[in-house]
């Protein structure tokens, strides 16, 4: 069975890059019906979406974020990576990575949506 | 602020039925399909409806979703206690060039 997993610091101090990884296991990351993403939650608050990736690189991201992110893959490593310059208190979340089914039905109508999470890390903004 | 829009809370009783609305816009709802997470507390979120509609295997047929315009919304029938969760929709947004989420609804079982 497929298993998301978060790793990096749990503590990054202002102005500083937040670097988080997400490593996949039980499965391939290597498929053109997938996304690999990226969503945080602030504390008691809702989800915001960072930005996903395709194992061939291409990379989709927040609008609101997209200034500061870097999505990044290594599928030999079966790795995908998150980047945030700059972090601010506004960063403080908990960051979960995710798998993204991607598809298309008979009628060419887009089928997509985050069917694997990561149990989710903590990260902390704070000197 | 939010681009899909969820009343924060919603209650019922055990074996009640509840709906919760997630409204948006034309660029996102009213052009893409809808989405919706439960997050049990302390967990990460889990896929609850995909496509308006569907539900993934496993998901119990008293969680039905519909959409209509501009606005989507998730139905329990039968609820119980573990349904007790936050619930998020979500939307592609064409004009964002983004994927958007309610800020969620906290469903509390009295």
């Known amino acids: 069975q497929l298993q998301l997993h978060e790793s990096g610091p749990g503590l990054v101090k202002p102005s500083e890059t937040l670097s988080l990884t997400c490593t996949v296991s039980?499965?391939?990351?290597?498929?053109?019906?997938?996304?690999w993403g990226w969503i945080r939650q602030p504390p008691g608050k809702g989800l915001e979406w960072i930005g996903t990736?395709?194992?061939?690189?291409?990379?989709y991201y927040n609008p609101s974020l997209k200034s500061r992110v870097t999505v990044f893959i290594d599928t030999s490593r079966s790795q995908f990576s998150l980047k945030l310059s700059s972090v601010t208190a506004a960063d403080t979340a908990v960051y979960y990575c995710?798998?993204?089914?991607?598809?298309?039905?008979?009628?060419?109508?887009?089928?997509?949506?985050?069917?694997?999470w990561g149990r989710g890390t903590l990260v902390t903004v704070s000197s | 602020q939010s681009v899909l829009t969820q009343p924060p809370s919603a209650s019922g009783t055990p074996g009640q039925r509840v709906t919760m609305s997630c409204s948006g816009s034309s660029s996102n709802i009213g052009s893409n399909t809808v989405n919706w997470y439960q997050q049990l507390p302390g967990t990460a979120p889990k896929l609850l409806m995909y496509s308006n509609n569907h539900r993934p295997s496993g998901v119990p047929d008293r969680f039905s979703g519909s959409q209509s315009g501009t606005s989507a919304s998730l139905a329990i029938s039968g609820l119980q206690s573990e349904d007790e969760a936050g619930y998020y929709c979500a939307a592609w947004d064409d004009s964002l060039d983004g994927l958007v989420f309610g800020g969620g609804t906290k469903l509390t079982v009295l």
């Open positions: 039980g499965g391939s990351i290597s498929s053109s019906n997938y996304q």
């Open positions: 995710a798998r993204r089914y991607r598809a298309f039905d008979i009628a060419a109508v887009e089928v997509a949506y985050f069917d694997l």
């Open positions: 990736i395709y194992y061939s690189g291409t990379t």
